[in-house]
């Protein structure tokens, strides 16, 4: 449905405008504080897992894998509020903020669309088609690989900082029970560590596919996320 | 009849006055009035102790070994003052039918006042042909006694998770008591064994205040398992700081640095090992050099490797990690974007030329 509505936006404008305004200023505030979140929490939890080489002297002197644990947490509190802010801007926003939330699965001609960019990927189009938002195959790859998964990242993280804020707290009324649900704490922790390489795994891809739409399909991606407006080239 | 609380205290040699006394002033501590030295009296005087029946199902007793040297409070005082312990296969001195003609009177005698005490579990493979006593399955013996009991305490990891006879592949499907024993309050008391201090702090508790104590979402008392041993560890500073042992023998281990790396399962461990430690406060495993195995967990022969802290995510079915895994999709990720890449510009390129050359 959304699809289909952007397929005509994009037919119709791309020959009568240069270019349309697609991302609101939240959403794109979002995207970067959302990736400068994800990269500390990379960084620091993959430490946290495999801490680096014991520093020298005494311990007393040292906080170093407390500073790392603490800019996990504070950057995980900024991805889940973030998150619960996207969802509100899902809500209220235009209906380019909904496409990583929901997937027209009941529309036809939007699986031909995934079809028609799966092709395209593999080299099987000659063509690229214009899209306003996102084209079908990346609002496919967005829904599982990052909202899906950000939300499993964000339980299971919560979970896991429960563990160490204790019994009663918020996190233990909300995220508590994911620890027996999947095992136990140990489990727990493996899946969040699995998710994190599966999340970045995305992130690859996602940088990857947005340069070279932006190179391939004649119409801007990447200063999309900066100035909201998407160009058409011709 | 068994004896009350009174009896017990005049043949330790206490007197009707002292007894007095003790209750006015127990009463006038709590804030209760002169009113109710009486009606502890009362109590003391016709409250009988309750029986305990203690089983024994697929287990190795190291259990009972644990409880028989708790020093706080003694085990003798437990057992001889306390509570009524009326069956434990492994402590009483009857035997044959003698000692199995007490679990049916006091399942009548004291019908819905009594507490089973679980040590292990019921297998439950071939009609549970793995665990026979006196003739007959465990699992049947268990179900009978359990059914008239007040509350059931499932001591150590067997009775409350399954433990190393649960441990894939399960061949005699041992079970944990709460899986076969449904509508009684069951208290989880894992570890392998629990700490002694903690096993008599639950009965002591329980004898005391007439209650099971407060439980978790594993139904574990929630002040013996309420933290992680990490949260309590002497070692913890050593893992702020970032200092860790990184082999046994290294400078590290020498100095006491954390066992993070080394595969402590500290951090995903709920006892109180840390703060209580073991034989009476001497030591406990992080203590004595080694890493928590993390004993008390559900399952916890099935985790990965001891000495790991990265460890295998067995749902693969194949021996790997979540870095193995996980490092594996990036790469070939990486490389299938690379190739694709690469795929892009070279057509692009041929494309060029095709247009240049019209």
């Given at each position: 449905?959304?699809?289909?509505?952007?397929?005509?936006?994009?037919?119709?404008?791309?020959?009568?405008?240069?270019?349309?305004?697609?991302?609101?200023?939240?959403?794109?505030?979002?995207?970067?504080?959302?990736?400068?979140?994800?990269?500390?929490?990379?960084?620091?939890?993959?430490?946290?897992?495999?801490?680096?080489?014991?520093?020298?002297?005494?311990?007393?002197?040292?906080?170093?894998?407390?500073?790392?644990?603490?800019?996990?947490?504070?950057a995980g509190y900024v991805f889940a509020i973030g998150l619960l802010a996207r969802v509100y801007w899902a809500l209220v926003g235009n209906h380019h903020a909904r496409?990583?939330?929901?997937?027209?699965?009941?529309?036809?001609?939007?699986?031909?669309?995934?079809?028609?960019?799966?092709?395209?990927?593999?080299?099987?189009?000659?063509?690229?088609?214009?899209?306003?938002?996102?084209?079908?195959?990346?609002?496919?790859?967005?829904?599982?690989?990052?909202?899906?998964?950000?939300?499993?990242?964000?339980?299971?993280?919560?979970?896991?900082?429960?563990?160490?804020?204790?019994?009663?707290?918020?996190?233990?009324?909300?995220f508590g029970w994911v620890l027996p649900a999947l095992g136990g704490s140990m489990q727990t922790h493996s899946w969040h560590r699995l998710g994190m390489w599966i999340m970045m795994s995305f992130v690859l891809v996602h940088v990857y596919a947005a340069i070279r739409e932006d190179i391939m399909s004649r119409q801007s991606l990447i200063s999309t996320m900066v100035s909201g407006w998407r160009m058409f080239k011709d | 009849m068994t004896e009350t609380f009174y009896d017990v205290l005049r043949r330790q040699g206490i007197t009707r006055r002292s007894f007095l006394k003790f209750c006015s002033l127990t009463a006038t501590s709590l804030g209760l009035g002169s009113a109710a030295a009486p009606r502890i009296a009362h109590a003391l005087e016709t409250k009988p102790r309750t029986p305990v029946l203690w089983l024994?199902?697929?287990?190795?007793?190291?259990?009972?070994?644990?409880?028989?040297?708790s020093a706080h409070p003694l085990t003798k005082d437990v057992v001889l003052s306390m509570l009524s312990l009326d069956y434990d296969d492994t402590l009483m001195a009857a035997a044959g039918h003698q000692a199995e003609a007490i679990l049916e009177e006091v399942k009548k005698k004291y019908k819905g006042q009594y507490i089973v005490a679980v040590e292990g579990n019921p297998p439950l493979n071939e009609d549970?042909?793995?665990?026979?006593?006196?003739?007959?399955?465990?699992?049947?013996?268990?179900?009978?006694?359990?059914?008239?009991?007040?509350?059931?305490?499932?001591?150590g990891s067997c009775a409350s998770y399954g433990c190393v006879q649960a441990a894939?592949?399960?061949?005699?499907?041992?079970?944990?008591?709460?899986?076969?024993?449904?509508?009684?309050?069951?208290?989880?008391?894992?570890?392998?064994?629990?700490?002694?201090?903690?096993?008599?702090?639950?009965?002591?508790?329980?004898?005391?205040?007439?209650?099971?104590?407060?439980?978790?979402?594993?139904?574990?008392?929630?002040?013996?398992?309420?933290?992680?041993?990490?949260?309590?560890?002497?070692?913890?500073?050593?893992?702020?700081?970032?200092q860790f042992a990184e082999a046994w023998d290294d400078e590290g281990a020498r100095k006491g640095y954390c066992l993070y790396k080394m595969g402590c399962?500290?951090?995903?461990?709920?006892?109180?090992?840390?703060?209580?430690?073991?034989?009476?406060?001497?030591?406990?495993?992080?203590?004595?050099g080694h890493g928590c195995i993390g004993c008390s967990e559900d399952g916890f022969w099935d985790k990965g490797s001891f000495y790991d802290r990265v460890t295998q995510i067995k749902q693969f079915g194949v021996e790997s990690n979540a870095d193995q895994i996980g490092g594996t999709v990036a790469a070939v990720t990486g490389a299938a974007i690379a190739a694709h890449a690469a795929v892009t510009a070279l057509a692009r390129a041929r494309n060029k030329n095709a247009t240049n050359g019209e």
């Open positions: 449905m959304l699809s289909q509505q952007d397929m005509l936006e994009a037919e119709r404008h791309g020959k009568q405008v240069r270019s349309i305004y697609v991302y609101e200023a939240p959403v794109r505030l979002w995207h970067w504080v959302n990736a400068l979140a994800m990269v500390v929490l990379a960084v620091t939890g993959y430490l946290i897992g495999l801490p680096p080489a014991s520093v020298p002297g005494e311990a007393a002197e040292h906080f170093l894998l407390g500073y790392i644990r603490f800019a996990h947490f504070t496409q990583i939330f929901m997937l027209p699965i009941t529309n036809k001609a939007w699986w031909s669309e995934v079809l028609f960019e799966l092709r395209w990927y593999l080299f099987l189009e000659k063509h690229p088609k214009k899209y306003v938002g996102h084209n079908p195959m990346a609002q496919l790859m967005m829904f599982f690989f990052f909202t899906v998964l950000a939300f499993g990242m964000v339980i299971t993280g919560f979970a896991l900082y429960s563990e160490g804020a204790g019994l009663g707290t918020w996190s233990d009324r909300l | 024994h199902g697929l287990e190795c007793t190291c259990c009972s070994e644990s409880f028989i040297r549970g042909m793995f665990c026979i006593q006196g003739g007959r399955p465990f699992v049947e013996k268990l179900k009978e006694t359990c059914a008239d009991a007040k509350a059931i305490i499932s001591w894939k592949p399960n061949p005699t499907r041992a079970t944990p008591v709460h899986k076969v024993i449904t509508g009684k309050p069951i208290i989880n008391v894992p570890g392998c064994p629990p700490i002694a201090e903690v096993m008599t702090g639950v009965v002591t508790y329980m004898l005391t205040f007439d209650r099971i104590p407060e439980l978790d979402r594993q139904g574990r008392p929630k002040m013996f398992y309420g933290q992680r041993i990490h949260d309590k560890c002497y070692r913890r500073g050593h893992f702020d700081a970032g399962k500290g951090p995903t461990t709920y006892n109180a090992c840390s703060s209580m430690r073991w034989n009476g406060g001497v030591s406990w495993p992080v203590q004595s």
